[in-house]
Structures are given as structure tokens and as C-alpha cells.
């Protein structure tokens, strides 16, 4: 019913978009760029600096692959193209490779009309829009800092809450309990998201409300539903850009 009235309602050049977008290949093909902005950025600007500010789900990603032997930066990147060459495996086979590369800035542009919606309607939700602030911002001295730092959340937390977990946890369902993909995809959405909304109070840096934890968990809800929507370069774009907006407003 959804797929023949996105039919009726978008011209046939919006439908491929929005597929050929969806896909995971497409996504972290888009991430790809961010990366590269945010490991050059963090390599300027710590180059003479023994501690370096990570986020908290890049390092939780990290210590991961270091128990599973992984331990040296190099091998880091060599994982994420591996799991891009998955993705362009599965893309082939659900014929999902003919996108245009214009497609990335017009998904840059869309995420960004998320991004100015997102703190609208999670603060709508809770009835303030002040909570949700960059980790360890205080901390940070300059500009450049806390747009590296706004990036690494949009890549590294979208793909620990979203494309991981969410991917895990619908898999997970589907196998155990079965029936419907829409309703074990929301119980992933909304499992994750409690998750993301209290992994911001991890290591006492923030103490804990009840108001700001709800407004991280409809943040969370709203870009895990963009993310079973729209797929996670969407999603990590949104994320970034919300956060750079946080900064520059």
C-alpha cells in the first residue's frame, strides 16, 4: 500500500533516488568522504598533542576490533572497505549500483532538511530543545575541535546505534520471533535508541535528567526510522549536520 501510493505521489526520478540512496553501499560510499574529513582534521589538529578527544562510540568501536585482534589504524580502514565491498556485493544483487555520484550532494542537501528538523521535533517531544549538545564540548578549546568532534558523533554513533545495532536487532527478530518486518524493525528502533540516549551519560560526564535522556531517545527513534527509511548516509549526514549547526548557531 505505502510502495503504490509513493508511486501516485513521486515522479519516477524521486522513486530511483530515494532506492538507489537506501542502499548501504551508496550510504558508506557518502560516509567515506566524512571520514577522510575527520581523520585528516583530527591528524592536524592533534599532530602535536599526546591526548587526543574521541567520541565515546568510535573508541567503543575501536576497543572492539582491538579484542578481535584488529589493532593498528591501517587495519581500520582495510575493515570498513571490506565492508563496503559487502555492501556493493549486496547492492549488486539487489540491483542498486546505478546511481549518479550528483546523488551525494542532493543527499547532503536533504540530510540537511532533516538536520533542521530534528531539534525541532525531538524538542517539540520533550518540550525543550536544549539537551542535546556535543560530548566533552567543554572540554574543546577552538572551532576546528568541536566541527571534528560534531563529525565523529554523525559517523561513528550512526554507525554503532544505527547500522549496527538496529541492523542486529531486526535480524535478531526476524530469525527469533518472526511476523511482520515493520514491527520488529520499530522494536529495534526503539531498543537502540534507549541505548543511544543513555550511552551520552556514560562516564559521568553529564549528569542524568529524565527530560534531557527523553529528548536523546526521540532524537534517536526519529533518525533510527530515518534510517530503516532512508539508509545511513542519510542518516550520518543529518546527524553531522545537526550537530554542526549545535556549534555554529
Known amino acids: 500500500m505505502a510502495g503504490k501510493l509513493t508511486e501516485k505521489l513521486l515522479p519516477a526520478a524521486l522513486q530511483v533516488y530515494f532506492k538507489q540512496t537506501r ?21 592536524t589538529i592533534y599532530a602535536d598533542q599526546q591526548i587526543q578527544i574521541r567520541n565515546s ?37 539487489q540491483n542498486l549500483l546505478s546511481f549518479k555520484f550528483v546523488y551525494i550532494p542532493y543527499s547532503i542537501f536533504e540530510s540537511t532538511v532533516y538536520a533542521l528538523l530534528l531539534g525541532l521535533i525531538a524538542g517539540k517531544l520533550t518540550e525543550r530543545t536544549s539537551f542535546l549538545m556535543l ?3 567543554e572540554e574543546l578549546t577552538t572551532m576546528g575541535a568541536k566541527a571534528t568532534l560534531a563529525l565523529g558523533a554523525g559517523i561513528y ?8 545495532l538496529i541492523s542486529l536487532f531486526s535480524l535478531i527478530f526476524e530469525k527469533l520471533v518472526g511476523g511482520k518486518r515493520t514491527v520488529y524493525d520499530l522494536l529495534a528502533v526503539a531498543i537502540a535508541a534507549m541505548l543511544f540516549s543513555g550511552f551520552h551519560y556514560l562516564g559521568g560526564r553529564e549528569a542524568f535528567t529524565f527530560e534531557s535522556f527523553l529528548f ?31 556549534i555554529f548557531r
Open 23 to 43: 542502499s548501504h553501499f551508496f550510504g558508506l560510499l557518502s560516509i567515506l568522504f566524512l571520514l577522510v574529513i575527520y581523520e585528516s582534521s583530527s591528524a
Open 157 to 164: 554513533e550512526e554507525l554503532l546505534f544505527r547500522f549496527i
Open 57 to 93: 562510540a568510535e573508541v567503543m568501536i575501536e576497543r572492539v576490533l582491538w579484542f578481535a585482534g584488529i589493532r593498528n589504524n591501517m587495519l581500520l580502514w582495510v575493515v570498513y572497505l571490506l565492508i563496503l565491498v559487502w555492501a556493493f556485493w549486496l547492492a549488486k544483487k
Open 216 to 246: 536523546r531517545f526521540y532524537a534517536g527513534v526519529i533518525l533510527g526510522m530515518l534510517f530503516v527509511l532512508r539508509g545511513i548516509g542519510v542518516t550520518s549526514y543529518t546527524h553531522a549536520i545537526y550537530n554542526l549547526l549545535l
Open 135 to 137: 560530548q566533552s564540548q
